[in-house]
């Protein structure tokens, strides 16, 4: 299995670059993201790659970072999803912006990716969810309550103030971070109300 090429940048396709290493021109596909990020042609290149081998044929995915690798590796645990819609994720979003929408249940901001409907979607942020406050950059307990609030496990004071702030046109991920902060502030028993006050006052920071 192949982890990681080194090489110097021989041309690149539609959604691949030919990848020089000692003479050797490897075909690698890549997420529009990461061909941007790649140099010029000619330029020096390192790039982390994901070994796909079929009976009728051995591909090679490459990524600039071993995070978006394992993110492109964890997408293809979820029925539904292959190579094709696991790279059109990455090239949509970051793996930061990825693993933040899943730990958030923004299942919106994942099926933003061609390919993907509002039902796979759904399937990333349920399946993954587990994994992803690793990988995200969010407050954990934002995490956990727009968890709850997904499950419907959160308290109904909680639930209610999110869904209040969500009906005056804050996205759900807002409305969860504003309510989670606004929890801290005045307890978990705190009436609706005073957590729909709090939880604006957060927003008009």
Request: glycine share 8%; net charge neutral.
């Amino acid at each position: 299995m192949i982890g990681k090429l080194k090489g110097v940048i021989d041309s690149y396709g539609e959604d691949f670059v030919i990848l020089d290493v000692h003479g050797v021109g490897y075909q690698v596909h890549c997420s529009a993201r990461t061909l941007q990020a790649l140099p010029a042609q000619g330029e020096a290149a390192t790039l982390a790659i994901d070994t796909f081998v079929r009976e009728d044929q051995i591909r090679l995915f490459g990524f600039s970072s071993d995070t978006e690798r394992e993110w492109f590796r964890l997408l293809q645990t979820v029925q539904g999803v292959g190579t094709k819609v696991a790279l059109a994720i990455l090239s949509t979003l970051k793996p930061a912006e990825l693993a933040s929408a899943i730990a958030l249940a923004d299942k919106a901001m994942v099926a933003r990716a061609p390919g993907v409907g509002p039902k796979v979607a759904a399937r990333i942020v349920a399946e993954l969810k587990d994994k992803a406050p690793a990988y995200a950059e969010v407050d954990p307990a934002v995490a956990r309550l727009a968890g709850a609030v997904e499950d419907r496990r959160a308290p109904a004071p909680v639930a209610d103030a999110v869904s209040a702030l969500v009906n005056l046109g804050y996205g759900q991920p807002q409305a969860a971070a504003a309510i989670a902060a606004a929890v801290r502030e005045a307890g978990e028993d705190a009436e609706t109300a005073r957590l729909i006050r709090l939880g604006l006052k957060e927003l008009a920071k």
